[in-house]
C-alpha cells in the first residue's frame, strides 16, 4: 500500500472516531434528561398509610375470618402459609383488606387491615430501583404488618353467631363496590367453617338448602355481589359441628356455599378443608 493510500485510510478512521465520539457525546448529555422523564412518566403516587396508589389499587383482594371458634395450632399454621403465599405473589398495588364475621343485612362492615402490596426487590429493576430498599419496605412495612393483622385474627373472641352470608355481602359492598365499572382483578378468601348461624338461617337446625334459600324472600336482602370474584375456602374443619349426631360438614355442605356464591357473581376457585 502506498503513502497516499495510507494516508487516506487514516483520515477515514479518524473521521469515523470523532462521529462516534460526537454521538457518545449526545446521549451522555440527553440520557439523564431522558432518564428523568421516564421515571417521571412511571412515577406513581402512594398513600404512605397504605402503600396503596392513590390513583386506586391495581387489584382488592378480601380475606374474611371468623373469630367464633377456636382454630387448632395445625390449622393457623395452614392459613399463615396460605397467607404467606399470596402476599408473596400479589402484585405491585395489590389491595388486601381483611375482615371478621360481624355483619348484617343494615350495617356497613370495615376492615380491620387495608395494605398494599408495594412490590418486592426481587422484580425490581436494579438499573433505576433499589431492590434492598423496595425488599426491606415490602417485609416491614408490608408483610410484617399483614402476618401481625393475620395472627391477632387467629385468636378465638366470643360471639354468639355466625352470620357468613350477612358479611361476604358486607365485605364485597365496602371493597368490590367502588370497582364494579372497571377490570381490575378481585379476590376473596373465605377462613372459616362455612358453618352459618344465625337467627333466620342457622345450620345447626337445618339442613342447608340452597334452592329453598333462593326462593325465598330474605334472599333479595342476603345476597352478596361479589362483582365476578375468584373466591377460594379455607374449609376449617370441625368435629363439634354436628346437627344431632350428624355431622354439618359435608359434600352437600360445601355444595350449598358453591351454588350460593355462583348465585353471588362468584367463581369458585377452589374449597380447601383444612
Known amino acids: 500500500m502506498s503513502y497516499r493510500s495510507r494516508e487516506k485510510k487514516r483520515k477515514r478512521l479518524d473521521l469515523l472516531a470523532g462521529v462516534l465520539l460526537a454521538l457518545f457525546g449526545i446521549v451522555v448529555l440527553i440520557a439523564p434528561a431522558g432518564s428523568a422523564w421516564w421515571l417521571q412518566s412511571k412515577h406513581v403516587e402512594i398513600d404512605e398509610a ?5 390513583d386506586g389499587p391495581r387489584a382488592v383482594y378480601v380475606l374474611l375470618f371468623d373469630q367464633t371458634d377456636p382454630i387448632t395450632e395445625q390449622q393457623g399454621e395452614q392459613i399463615k402459609q396460605y397467607v404467606n403465599r ?4 400479589a402484585i405491585t398495588g395489590q389491595r388486601f383488606d381483611l375482615y371478621t364475621v360481624d355483619g348484617d343485612t343494615q350495617r356497613l362492615l370495615m376492615p380491620v387491615l387495608q395494605i398494599c402490596s408495594p412490590g418486592n426487590g426481587k422484580n425490581a429493576n436494579p438499573i433505576y430501583e433499589n431492590p434492598e430498599m423496595i425488599e426491606r419496605i415490602f417485609k416491614t412495612r408490608f408483610k410484617d404488618v399483614l402476618q401481625r393483622t393475620v395472627d391477632q385474627l387467629l385468636e378465638a373472641s366470643s360471639k354468639p353467631y355466625s352470620p357468613i352470608i350477612e358479611s361476604m355481602k358486607a365485605a364485597a359492598i365496602e371493597s368490590f363496590g367502588p ?19 344465625t337467627p333466620l338461617n342457622n345450620h345447626f337446625r337445618a339442613l342447608p338448602n340452597f334452592k329453598e334459600l333462593g326462593r325465598s324472600s330474605s334472599w333479595r336482602s342476603l345476597q352478596p355481589d361479589l362483582r365476578a370474584a375468584n373466591v377460594e375456602i379455607l374449609y376449617l374443619l370441625r368435629p363439634t359441628a354436628v346437627r344431632g349426631a350428624v355431622p354439618i360438614q359435608n359434600r352437600g355442605h360445601q355444595s350449598f356455599w358453591e351454588d350460593l356464591i355462583r348465585a353471588s357473581n362468584g367463581y369458585i376457585v377452589s374449597i380447601q378443608p383444612i
Open 50 to 54: 397504605t402503600l396503596c396508589p392513590k
Open 86 to 89: 399470596l402476599s408473596d405473589s
Open 179 to 197: 370497582f364494579q365499572q372497571t377490570k381490575i382483578p378481585l379476590g376473596l378468601t373465605v377462613i372459616l367453617d362455612m358453618v352459618q348461624n
